[in-house]
């Protein structure tokens, strides 16, 4: 190995062995990232993942291309694997900028007397940890985050700069929360009361399990009584709300501005694309997949796919849209036959 650490350098017989990739052509050649089939060039990595592509990689500059089977006359250096996708995800990583690990507890951070911090953690500037406050072992609390009273933050977890927990929340093992997110606010739950929005209050928790992800900028609101739970595994995007009471199963993707209100139920393995919305008290059955841009009005089954606004079946959806392209020229279609039906009709008439 070359170097591996800050600006990572590589042989390609050492990227085909880290990532078990069979080696056509020579390894010797040395890179020190990843690009795209058209943009490498002789010190990158290349990959493509459809065969609409292959016809680029005699013409790509890269280095060597990850493939999943032989292509062509086996220039450039080929890396041929299974999967694709998950040797890109490898090589990726193999080439991550390393960058200064935060360790230690920085002298502007303020910590509780009475919280709990593991050995190991590390706690960026300006943090500041209250009372009651657990963080696990192996853990990164970033510049500027707030930890509330009585939380607690599980084993090997990162939170970037400024994110915010607010009391009584629970957060697993191994997850990962990006700047600026806000966990356990309270509900957006209002009641008139004498003409006015009165806030109810909002006594219960958030609950994230193991291994969830939470992009920049998202808000996970507390339960008016009980938890707002994120299960394990699940991904979320940045700017999503997730409202007061929503239960949201494991290893569901969760895409940008989405927006899911109070007291749904979200099963395992549920997509929503970006800037979907989904009413309060739905139930989304596991599997679903929600289109787009789709609002989410009544609930969905299990493994079902909708689209639209408001969501319906979504082959149905894209029929519609298919009808709706027509419509200029179904609609001078229609002026013509109303034309020659008032032709015809005059003509009879002028006849009696």
């Known amino acids: 190995m070359a170097k591996q650490g800050r600006g990572t350098i590589l042989t390609v017989g050492e990227v085909a062995e880290q990532i078990g990739a069979r080696l056509v052509g020579s390894g010797s050649a040395t890179v020190s990232g990843v690009n795209s089939i058209e943009q490498a060039g002789p010190r990158e990595v290349s990959f493509v993942t459809s065969d609409k592509h292959a016809q680029k990689i005699a013409e790509s500059g890269a280095a060597a291309v990850i493939v999943s089977e032989e292509a062509g006359d086996g220039r450039p250096t080929q890396l041929i694997v299974d999967c694709v996708e998950t040797a890109l995800i490898k090589t990726l990583g193999l080439f991550a900028p390393k960058l200064t690990p935060q360790s230690g507890i920085h002298p502007t951070s303020v910590v509780e007397k009475t919280a709990t911090i593991a050995g190991d953690v590390a706690i960026g500037p ?187 079946d979504a082959r149905k959806e894209l029929q519609i849209w298919a009808l709706k392209k027509r419509l200029p020229d179904m609609a001078k279609q229609l002026k013509d036959v109303i034309g020659r039906v008032d032709k015809l009709e005059t003509s009879e008439d002028n006849r009696q």
């Not at 970037?160 to 356990?184: R, S």
């Not at 009641?191 to 806030?199: C, K, S």
């Open 126 to 312: 300006a943090a500041y940890i209250s009372h009651g406050a657990v963080i696990g072992p192996g853990s990164i609390i970033g510049a500027g985050c707030v930890i509330g009273e009585n939380s607690i933050i599980g084993a090997n977890c990162r939170l970037d700069a400024n994110v915010v927990v607010y009391h009584n929340c629970m957060i697993g093992n191994n997850c990962i929360i990006q700047a600026n997110a806000t966990i356990g606010s309270v509900g957006f739950g209002y009641y008139a009361v004498e003409g006015r929005p009165q806030l109810i209050p909002h006594n219960g928790g958030v609950v994230i399990e193991d291994c969830v992800e939470i992009g920049a900028n998202s808000c996970i609101d507390r339960a008016k009584f009980g938890n707002t739970i994120i299960g394990a595994g699940t991904k979320i995007d940045n700017i999503v709300q997730i409202a007061h009471n929503v239960v949201i199963g494991k290893c569901c993707l969760i895409a940008g501005q989405v927006g899911i209100s109070g007291s749904c139920r979200v099963g395992d393995g549920v997509v929503l694309a970006g800037q979907a919305g989904v009413a309060d008290h739905i139930e989304i059955g596991s599997g679903a997949v929600i289109g787009a841009d789709s609002g989410v009005m009544d609930n969905i089954a299990a493994e079902k796919r909708v689209l639209g606004m408001p969501a319906i």
